[in-house]
Structure formats: structure tokens, C-alpha cells
């Protein structure tokens, strides 16, 4: 059980839903048990949770704990993984907000909604994590309803400035350059995502592999085989692998990998085969 006192008040809504969903920090340590970091982000996040035990000591030397960060980088490689992730390790349940419930057509409603739902994630320790964040904080002067969208940003800037205490706030988004400045630069703490590298893949085909019957070095082979994918698309080939060795009731072989990567298509070779003029569709 979490330590933690709840967030008083009811969970904000809007349009009849709820603007965020709640997850527990057992639900957190379950989601995400099977975490592959960059070296970097490892280093990152391992300081980050240190410095959170630290904060009788910040507090002498007054020095303000980091309590935002910001993650930036492709589709399928951990940036929301790592949000439970991070709220599991600290103990902290994890407030994820529903941009659809969050976002109106008016916009005055959306920035009357931000500052509700920060003002709940500040009521209790949690974590707050604003997936897609560019939705709400695109710059400032790339957007075509600049007046409306500006206030909303202003809005955001103030709550961020405001968000003082126990809670942290997390946000991700795949479009760094559509981040406002101003924005950008109230994250103390930046963590950037990539597909993952050889080792990195190495590490994370093993997990998946885990006990399953298999051929003999398929881990490497598959390694090779599938660089340039994304760790969720590495979770779907070879989840599809795995169903097509069960249901074959053969072990873990290149071929089912290979034929595995012809029907899921990972998006990479998708680009490629565009760009070679093939038809896949
Ligand atoms: N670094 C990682 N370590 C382990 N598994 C991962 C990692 N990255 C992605 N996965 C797997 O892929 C799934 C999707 O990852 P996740 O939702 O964290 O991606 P994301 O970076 O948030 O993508 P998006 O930009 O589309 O939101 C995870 O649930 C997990 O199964
Ligand atoms: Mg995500």
C-alpha cells in the first residue's frame, strides 16, 4: 500500500469524463517490471529518485528538488513505460491525463481545465503525466488560433511555475521543436528517447525471450534482425513468434522471427520499401 495521503476532492471532469486516469503504485511496479534505459536515462532517472530520498538536505542548503521532467522521442520507446516506471519506484500514484476530456473546442475551457487538474495533482503526492504534451503547449507562434492557443500556453506556463511541493510532473511528447521555449525550459530534468541500440536490443530480446523454448544464439540472430525497430515493435514480432511457435508447437526459431517481421511490418520498413517504390500499403 502507498504511504501517501489520497488527493483530496474528486477527480475533475469534463465533457462527463474524468480528466485523468488514477493508477496505484502497485499497478505502476506491474506495468512496467521489464524497463530497458539508455545508459544516459539510467544515469538520469537512478539520480532523480536519490535526490527525492535527499530532501531534508535540499531543504538546508536551499536548493529546489527537480520535480519536472520532460521526455522526448519517437513512438514505442518508453517515454509513458518510463512514467509508471518512475512512479513505482517512488511510491507515488501515477495521475494520467485524458488530453480528449482535457482539450475543448473552447479553449478558454481547456486552460479553465488545466489548472484544474493540476490544481488536484497538487492536492497529494503523485505523479502527473501529460502524454502528447505539444497538444496543449504548441508555440506560440506556429499556431493559427495564436490569440486563444497563447492564453492557453500562458495558462500552462503559470501552472507549471505554480506546481511547488511533493508532486512531480512528467511530460512526453514525440515533436520537441513544436514545444514552445519557454515551456521547454521550465523541465529541469530532459530525458531523450531513441530505438534502441544493439546492446540495448540485445537486452530487452532477452527479457521478452525469457524461459521460451528456442534455437540455440536466436537472441543474437534476432538482435541483428531487428534493428531499427522500436522496443514495442520488438515486443509485437516476437509476441507474434511466440503464438505462431505455440500454436505450431515448434521452439523459437529465425524463421518464425523472420515471418513475424513480413506480417507485422514495423514502420521502418515500411519507409524503406516507399522509398524503393514497393506497394506496401
Ligand atoms: N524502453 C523500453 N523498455 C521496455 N519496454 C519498452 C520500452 N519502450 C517501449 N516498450 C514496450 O512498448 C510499449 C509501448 O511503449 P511506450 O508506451 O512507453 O512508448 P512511448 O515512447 O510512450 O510511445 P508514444 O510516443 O507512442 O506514446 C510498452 O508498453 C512496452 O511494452
Ligand atoms: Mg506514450
Redo the contacts with the bound molecule.
Sequence with gaps: MSKNKQNSGRMPSSKGMDMASVYSVQECEC?AK????SKDNRLIIEEFIHIRDMKGKFAEHDVPMPNKLM?F??????????AFYLAGRLGLPLIVVRLDSIINAHLGETGSNVRKIFEYAKSAPCILFV??FDALARTRDTNDEVKEMARVVNTLLQCIDEFQGDSILMA?T?LENELDHAIWRRFDTKLV?EA?DES?RLE?ID?IIGSFHKEDGIQERATRMLAGC???DI?QILLKAKRKAIVDDLVLSQQLIESSIQEYRPVHLRIEDQALGGSSA
Design positions: 506495468k521489464q524497463i530497458v534505459f521526455m522521442g519517437p513512438p514505442g520507446t518508453g517515454k509513458t513505460l518510463t502524454d502528447e512526453a514525440n528517447y534502441p540495448s530487452y527479457l522500436s522496443y514495442a515486443e
